[in-house]
């Protein structure tokens, strides 16, 4: 088994992976940008910002995961030249996101109720709750967007994502700065002005991503296949991402609860947490999206039934993350004040920040090796096992750990992050075991519109 890759291999992925990176790291651009936007309004406005993003995701992260079984469907569709099945499975994609859409819109109405049960500082919860509220507006283009981005990527052309999501980013400051600041005769919104000038801007991705990408899209979207509506196929397709939904909820999940541990400390640890999670989060995107190319790379390779590129390409996505993250790493051990201090001017807050930002240098590299492994997993149809060792790792092992040494040990804020970096280790190993097993053998394409 050749687990090698050669400079072709990682000049192709580094070509497909680059855009994508850009998309993802622009998505999570415009989070950065509300964050420090509503930073420098008072730390109770970015406390609310961090806690109504970690409702948002956590109710929003499932739906994605089950929409990312377009990964395996359409590039291993692609690979064997089957346009009608790629086509029928975007299709379903689309009508399964009503559903999400409907569901997900009223899990957003008890925020506020939740948060406050929660025990979440007082003068944090109405503000966070009108920030989830917000929000709403937003859940169909969301879901319409991931529905094209995965497409798109698959298909290799992802062009039309990376200058949508320039655009995106543009408006998106252009509507914070007058609806966070009230600016233009708007009032002042604060942090429940970041999350409509969010929604508004996601409106506007949806629709430009169909606009540019539509020479691409008219193949599989011009016409109607009534094959979209089957039951059995759409059953089929909620299977194989239902894993992929749980597996990103499992790990949001973890990082919410340490979010909500967090504002058991108080605001300031609360949005103290925050800094460091965005800087976290943008890093991460990076590893995301050579996940996503992996998956891409790895499908494509199974549906041309040609193992040998699989592994390579398999290869190649790994050691480019791994590269990746030991810099950042090394920017967030050596540096934390000073990236700290681009977010804050409360001296508390940036002190709280800044320890917890070299933390997050420490599980940077298993971050982001664990995240391009499950690509590849699911590049060639195994969805399960990620869910499984997320559920391991996280929920077995970080969680617990992280509450002991918060608040048994009294490590505090740092104690929440050493119990997270434990679970990211953990899961990384598990899930590279799983992947040397699945590499060694012979991959077959899914089936959707098999017989069951």
């Known amino acids: 088994m050749n687990l090698t890759p050669r400079w072709a291999d990682l000049a192709r992925m580094l070509r497909l992976a680059l855009p994508i990176v850009t998309v993802q790291v622009g998505i999570m651009m415009m989070g950065v940008v509300d964050t420090l936007m509503v930073g420098h309004l008072s730390a109770t406005d970015l406390a609310a910002v961090g806690l109504g993003n970690i409702y948002f995701f956590q109710i929003a992260v499932f739906g994605m995961g089950v929409l ?25 994609a689309l009508v399964l996101t009503l559903f999400l859409t409907a569901i997900t819109s009223l899990l957003f109405l008890p925020a506020t109720r939740v948060f406050a049960l929660l025990r979440q500082p007082a003068d944090v919860v109405p503000v966070a709750g009108g920030y989830a509220l917000g929000s709403i507006l937003g859940m169909l283009p969301f879901y319409a967007f991931v529905v094209l981005r995965q497409s798109l990527q ?46 508004l801007a996601r409106w506007c991705m949806a629709v430009a991503l169909l606009t540019l990408s539509w020479r691409s899209m008219r193949p599989y979207l011009g016409r109607f ?12 397709m ?76 398999a290869a190649a996505g790994i050691q480019i993350s791994g590269v990746f993250m030991l810099a950042t790493a090394a920017a967030f051990l050596l540096f934390p004040r000073f990236w700290a201090g681009l977010y804050s001017h409360d001296l508390p807050v940036i002190a709280i920040a800044a320890s917890l ?20 997993l699911r590049g060639a149809g195994d969805t399960f096992t990620p869910f499984l060792v997320n559920a391991l790792g996280f929920w077995l092992l970080g969680v617990p ?17 050493w119990g997270l970096a434990a679970g990211l ?14 590499l060694r053998r012979e991959v077959r394409r899914v089936a959707i519109d098999a017989p069951a």
């Open 401 to 417: 750990v992280s509450y002991f040494l918060a608040f048994r040990a009294d490590w505090g804020p740092r104690g929440l992050w």
């Open 238 to 313: 909620v299977r194989l991402g239902t894993p992929i939904g749980f597996q990103q909820q499992l790990e949001f999940g973890a990082f919410a609860v340490i979010g909500v541990m967090m504002g058991w400390l108080g605001t300031e640890a609360m949005a103290g947490h925050q800094i460091a999670l965005n800087l976290a989060a943008l890093t991460f995107m990076v590893p995301f999206g050579i996940a996503a190319a992996s998956a891409v790379r790895v499908g494509h390779a199974v549906g041309q039934a040609d193992m040998d590129a699989a592994r390579r390409a």
């Open 154 to 199: 698959a298909m290799g052309r992802v062009a039309p994502i990376v200058w949508t999501i320039v655009g995106a980013n543009a408006l998106n400051a252009f509507l914070n700065w007058i609806l966070i600041y009230g600016n233009l005769g708007v009032p002042q919104l604060g942090a429940v002005g970041s999350a409509w000038g969010s929604s």
């Open 225 to 236: 296949r009534r094959e979209a509506l089957h039951g059995r196929a759409l059953v089929r």
């Open 425 to 438: 280790a953990a899961v990384a190993v598990l899930l590279f075991a799983r992947l040397r097993r699945v």
């Open 357 to 376: 930002i070299p933390i997050a240098g420490v599980f940077q590299v298993t971050d982001g090796l664990q995240t391009v492994a499950a690509g590849v």
């Open 68 to 92: 990312m079984a377009l990964d395996p469907i359409v590039s291993q569709g692609v690979g064997a030249g089957d346009h009608e099945a790629a086509a029928r499975g975007i299709q379903r």
